[in-house]
């Protein structure tokens, strides 16, 4: 971003000579910020039935997959090379479960210097990875493929900073 706030061709992940770095946030204000992802994974309409009926035989799927996206909130500084380790004040998940989805919103909160939308992202993704994982067995077909299983429409749904 140019000074304008206009895109530019400043890129803040490389330096001059063209190298990868890590962006200095260290003269940046704390301030308190929120971030909220959404994803969902489709699935066939009976795997739905055997998650609402606590019937997969791996435990539970949504208490297991929620564990996961916290874990992944927490880790995000050690998967996403750039990110810097924040503060995680807060995190809260979310599952709506349809007839043939589930949707898994992760809200993020932070007190720091620099935004929290990365792991809201890893907390969506390792969520609903966590769900295909449990129920993989029931979503197979005869062949050991998943034709009806899919993760969609990962995105970033709101993103706020408040000065303190």
Not at 103 to 122: R, Y
Request: charged residues 30%; proline residues 4%; contains cysteine.
């Amino acid at each position: 971003m140019s000074d304008d706030g206009a895109p530019g061709d400043d890129l803040t992940h490389t330096d001059e000579s063209g190298s990868v770095q890590m962006v200095d946030v260290g003269g940046k204000p704390d301030t308190s910020r929120r971030a909220v992802a959404r994803g969902e994974v489709h699935l066939q309409p009976s795997t739905i039935t055997a998650i609402r009926d606590d019937e997969i035989g791996k435990g539970d799927v949504l208490a297991t997959a929620r564990v996961g996206a916290v874990q992944a909130v927490k880790h995000t500084w050690e998967t996403i090379p750039m990110c810097h380790q924040i503060p995680i004040t807060n995190v809260d998940t979310e599952f709506d479960v349809d007839e043939d989805l589930v949707t898994l919103t992760v809200a993020v909160e932070t007190t720091g210097k620099t935004g929290c939308e990365m792991e809201a992202l890893e907390g969506v993704t390792t969520g609903l990875n966590v769900v295909w994982d449990m129920v993989k067995a029931a979503e197979k077909d005869a062949d050991g493929e998943y034709p009806d299983t899919a993760i969609r429409d990962v995105r970033v749904v709101e993103k706020t900073k408040r000065k303190l």
